[in-house]
């Protein structure tokens, strides 16, 4: 076998990780003298446990090797190894990269031009709007989003990217084959057709709580900056932030409401040196590296309000609207509009695309 096939095999065996797979390395020299190794050869390695080197010897086989490359081409999956040419720039120079990738999609050229966006599952309205708008915004520009596919901020990262016909990740802490959470199937459809679902784990792994902090550190080392959304004090996403900055990259936070549990984290991110941001052209302005790459061009018919005439009581809504998403009764407050007349606005607004009707009877505007 080739060294790449041989990267693919050690991978998709139980107990044998990065470290692991380095050691064999330093042992053997060559990667490829590990498949010609003899049993007693393996159980010579030192810094290896036990059920490790038995793992190795088990899986070693034609017929293993047969079954593991008939799967892969079963269930579409490409692999991408450290080796390969096509390997992304930005995630071989971290620490400890990924020895292989499993992608369902495709990679391509502009996808190294990438921002990551995490966030809270217990999202609020204000944190799906904002994750939505920012990422609509960074999509237009031709700006790829990486995010975990998560419940909340996640789901509504990968959403926005999709309506603005952009591109998207989404990285796994589990097989590419296990839709997690379940919940998201169709928007894990939807992810393979504009971009990928990625993974370091082999097929059939299974979402352990151990697998998520090592998954962050793809999620932020794929990218050339993160943003984090909403977070509590204590969460996943402060800790893919403290990766992002270990790795070298701009970390960006959204403000939020100092009385939010779910805002606690990005308030505390901003207190200690993230940039405060509260649109893409916030990013690009710090990311100078995009500004030769990306599309600068923003045009005003990506923005659907520019498309229809506004009559004055819908510009009056929409300026309310633009604080983020409200309930009706808000808007009715904020724009002295009568509720009768109100409903039939937010209707006409809504019939045109221009917002969108969220449960609670909340709109927002439909960037």
Same mark, same amino acid.
């Given at each position: 076998?080739? =060294? ?5 095999w &050690?991978?998709?065996?139980q ?16 990667i ?19 059920? /490790?080197?038995?793992?190795? %010897? ?22 991408i190894?450290?080796?390969?040419? =096509? ?25 190294? %031009? ?23 915004? &960074? ?9 975990? &596919? !998560?419940?909340?901020? @996640? ?8 309506? !603005?016909?952009?591109?998207?990740? *989404? ?39 151990g ?13 050339e ?15 893919? !932030?403290?990766? !992002?900055?270990?790795? *070298? ?26 940039k ?5 052209? @916030? ?8 500004? @030769? ?11 659907i ?7 004055e ?10 604080? *983020? ?11 002295? %509009? ?8 937010? /209707?006409?607004?809504?019939?045109? *695309? ?7 009877? %909340?709109? /927002?505007?439909?960037?």
């Amino acid at each position: 076998m080739e =060294n790449r096939e041989v990267l693919i095999w &050690l991978s998709s065996i139980q107990q044998v990780g990065i470290k692991s797979i380095n050691r064999l390395e330093e042992h053997f020299g060559c990667i490829q003298n590990i498949w010609t190794a003899s049993k007693s050869e393996i159980n010579d390695v030192k810094g290896l446990k036990t059920i /490790t080197k038995q793992n190795i %010897i088990k899986y070693k086989s034609d017929g293993y090797i047969d079954k593991l490359f008939n799967e892969l081409k079963k269930e579409k999956v490409k692999t991408i190894t450290i080796l390969d040419d =096509n390997y992304p720039k930005n995630l071989r120079n971290i620490f400890n990269p990924p020895k292989v990738l499993y992608v369902k999609g495709d990679f391509v050229g502009n996808d190294e %031009i990438c921002i990551a966006m995490v966030g809270a599952r217990k999202a609020t309205y204000y944190g799906k709007w904002v994750a939505g708008k920012i990422s609509k915004e &960074l999509s237009r520009y031709g700006i790829t989003i990486i995010s975990g &596919l !998560a419940a909340g901020i @996640d789901a509504m990262c990968h959403s926005g990217a999709l309506d !603005a016909n952009g591109r998207t990740f *989404g990285v796994l802490g589990c097989g590419v084959d296990i839709i997690y959470p379940k919940s998201n199937k169709r928007l894990y459809e939807e992810i393979i057709e504009n971009g990928g679902i990625i993974s370091e784990f082999p097929l059939k792994a299974e979402p352990r709580a151990g697998n998520f902090p090592q998954r962050n550190r793809i999620i932020s080392g794929l990218s050339e900056g993160l943003v984090v959304v909403e977070a509590k004090k204590k969460s996943g996403s402060l800790i893919t !932030a403290n990766l !992002a900055l270990e790795q *070298g990259k701009d970390v960006f936070a959204v403000p939020g409401n100092i009385n939010s549990i779910y805002s606690t984290g990005t308030n505390e991110l901003i207190k200690d040196g993230a940039k405060l941001i509260i649109n893409a052209k @916030d990013i690009i302005n710090e990311l100078t590296q995009f500004k @030769d790459k990306i599309d600068s061009k923003y045009l005003a018919d990506n923005n659907i309000i520019n498309n229809y005439p506004l009559n004055e009581k819908e510009k009056k809504v929409l300026e309310a609207l633009k604080q *983020g998403p409200l309930h009706c009764d808000m808007i009715e407050y904020n724009t002295n %509009i009568k509720m009768s007349d109100l409903i039939s606005i937010l /209707t006409m607004l809504e019939m045109k *695309g221009i917002i969108k009707q969220m449960s609670g009877k %909340i709109f /927002t505007i439909n960037n």
